[in-house]
C-alpha cells in the first residue's frame, strides 16, 4: 500500500455520462497530480494542485476538471464522456510542492471503461 | 518540449542474469531529473531509481543502477540479478527543475524466464 487512496478502482460507464474519481493524497502530502494512461497515448499529465489551488495544467481536456479539498483530497471529474476517455486515471502525491528530485508516489488508479 | 524515447517495447532475461533497458530523452534544460518506475501487473506505479542531471555519479539502489550520459541524453536501467518480481513494465520519467510535470516514455515490458 502506497498510501495514497484512489476510488474506484474500476468504472464502467455510457458515452456522455459524467463521472468523478477520488484521491486521498498520502499523509502529509499536499501536492497531488493527476495522469491518464492510455493505450494510444501513454501516460499524459493532467493537472497539478498544491495545498488547494491550480498549479500546473497539461493535457487536460476542458470537459476534465478537478479540485483539491481542505483536508487535501481531490477529486477529477469528468464528464461528456467519450469511447477514447477510457484509460487509467492514477494519481500522485508529494509533500513538496515542486524544486524536488523525489519521484511521486502514486495510487493504484482507476481504470475507467466508457461503453 | 522535453521527450523520452524507450525503444525496446519488450525485453526478456533469464532469471539471476543482467538486463538493461534503454532510454534516451530530448531537452534543452542543464538542470532535470530523471527516473526509472515500475509497473508491475498490479498497475501500481513503483518509484525504482532517480538520478539529478548535476551529479555525475551513476545513481544505485541495490540490484539496480543507472547509466547517466548527460552529453548523449541517455539513461539506462540495468538490473542484475534478475528476479521472477521485477517482471513488469518499466517507464523512464523526465522532470524539469522546477517544475511539476513528469514527461514518461511509452514503456519497456520486460519478462523474465524461469
Known amino acids: 500500500d502506497s498510501g495514497v487512496t484512489q476510488t474506484p478502482k474500476h468504472l464502467i460507464t455510457a458515452t456522455g455520462q459524467r463521472v468523478t474519481l477520488r484521491c486521498s493524497p498520502r499523509s502529509g502530502d499536499l501536492s497531488v497530480y493527476w495522469y491518464q494512461q492510455s493505450l494510444d497515448q501513454g501516460l499524459q499529465f493532467l493537472i497539478q494542485?498544491?495545498?488547494?489551488?491550480?498549479?500546473a495544467k497539461g493535457n487536460i481536456l476542458e470537459r476534465f476538471s478537478a479540485q483539491q479539498f481542505p483536508d487535501l483530497h481531490s477529486e477529477l471529474n469528468l464528464s461528456s464522456l467519450e469511447l477514447g476517455d477510457s484509460a487509467l486515471y492514477f494519481c500522485?502525491?508529494?509533500?513538496?510542492?515542486?524544486?524536488?528530485?523525489?519521484?511521486?508516489?502514486f495510487g493504484s488508479g482507476t481504470r475507467l471503461t466508457v461503453v | 518540449a522535453q521527450t523520452v524515447t524507450q525503444s525496446q517495447p519488450e525485453m526478456s532475461v533469464q532469471e539471476a542474469e543482467t538486463v538493461t533497458l534503454s532510454c534516451t530523452y530530448d531537452?534543452?534544460?542543464?538542470?532535470?531529473?530523471l527516473f526509472w518506475y515500475k509497473q508491475p501487473p498490479s498497475r501500481q506505479m513503483i518509484l525504482v531509481i532517480r538520478q539529478e542531471a548535476y551529479k555525475q555519479q551513476n545513481a544505485t539502489e541495490n540490484r539496480f543502477s543507472v547509466n547517466f550520459q548527460k552529453a548523449a541524453k541517455s539513461f539506462s536501467l540495468k538490473i542484475s540479478d534478475s528476479q521472477l518480481g521485477d517482471a513488469a513494465m518499466y517507464f523512464c520519467a523526465y522532470r524539469n527543475f522546477g517544475n511539476e510535470k513528469l514527461t514518461f516514455g511509452t514503456g519497456t515490458r520486460l519478462t523474465i524466464i524461469p
Open positions: 494542485y498544491y495545498n488547494g489551488e491550480e498549479r
Open positions: 531537452t534543452s534544460e542543464s538542470d532535470y531529473y
Open positions: 500522485a502525491s508529494s509533500v513538496e510542492e515542486t524544486w524536488t528530485a523525489n519521484g511521486y508516489t
